[in-house]
């Protein structure tokens, strides 16, 4: 397979992009993902002045894990190593696209490498935010997050470890809410960046990029042609050039069709039966 053109990776990106951006969370919960990835939390205490006693409650409020389900998954090409926009491969990209000046003088992309490593390439053993541990072992938010993907969330495969059949479904999607809004935020950062570059007039990329539909329409509205035949009275085409026109009629031309058409026409105005 031929090599990427390195701005139509970078288009490729801009696309995607835009697709995770249009996502309901971005658009209507913003705030929640953020603080999402942020790991804010609020630890409740309880104190007995009289007894003594204490007690501490961890309380989260996480995006509703259908609508992150759709988030991450819309997230993945950009940290699967063999997808185009994976993330090392469009900074690559980026930087063959910019003059040395640009490089030299403007921008920092060792700093962005380093932002997308710390959030997609850091050790599965080490935490992004914290570890949970029991008497079978220790795992990281990260480890816990690979886990929901893989078992509870796109894939199926069954968790091996005993540490991690100590971990509820709770303590998987909590940590994976984590670790992919952060992947999520690295993104928007990212695609900022070249928007930036773009608008300065540093990045030549194609307009269609930036306006070409990302989501589908729930709703379709559309010119077609409709035709018809009596039952028995032609094959089914299976193209254009199947249709025999001599017996295939746009269907307002069918008198047997319209006559019923305007039946349930009258029947809706006079508020009666409708006619068969």
């Known amino acids: 397979m031929p090599a990427l ?5 970078v288009q490729r990106f801009v696309l995607r992009a835009r697709r995770v951006l249009a996502h309901s969370l ?20 309880e104190w007995n002045h009289v007894t003594g006693e204490g007690k501490h409650r961890l ?9 992150f389900e759709s988030f991450a998954a819309r997230l993945r090409p950009f940290v699967m190593r063999k997808e185009s926009v994976y993330w090392a491969v469009v900074l690559d990209a980026v930087e063959k696209l910019l003059s040395k000046e640009t490089l ?15 959030v997609v390439d ?5 935490a992004q935010a914290y570890y949970v541990m029991t008497d079978n072992g220790q795992l990281s938010d990260v480890q816990l997050a690979d886990l929901w993907l893989n078992s509870d969330a796109l894939h199926t495969q ?13 303590e998987r999607y909590k940590a994976a809410a984590g670790v992919y809004s952060r992947i999520g935020a690295c993104l928007q950062y990212t695609y900022i960046f070249v928007n930036y570059l773009v608008s300065e007039g540093l990045l030549e990329l194609d307009r269609s990029a930036f306006t070409e539909p990302v989501v589908a329409d729930s709703e379709i509205d559309q010119p077609t042609q409709a035709y018809c035949v009596p039952l028995g009275g032609a094959p089914m085409p299976t193209d254009m050039t199947e249709l025999d026109l001599t017996k295939w009629k746009p ?6 069709l319209m006559r019923v058409v305007r039946g349930k026409v009258q029947a809706a105005e006079e508020g009666t039966p409708e006619a068969s």
């Open 5 to 9: 053109d390195p701005r139509d990776r």
């Open 26 to 45: 971005v658009r209507d919960h913003l705030d929640l993902l953020s603080k999402t990835a942020q790991g804010t939390i609020t630890v409740n205490v």
């Open 59 to 67: 309380q989260m409020k996480l995006p509703p894990e259908e609508q």
């Open 104 to 118: 030299a003088d403007l921008v920092d992309m060792q700093t962005l490498r380093d932002y997308w490593s710390e």
């Open 122 to 126: 850091g050790s599965q053993v080490a």
């Open 158 to 170: 069954p968790i091996q470890s005993a540490i991690g059949k100590d971990m509820s479904l709770n």
């Open 251 to 256: 269907v307002h031309e069918d008198p047997e």
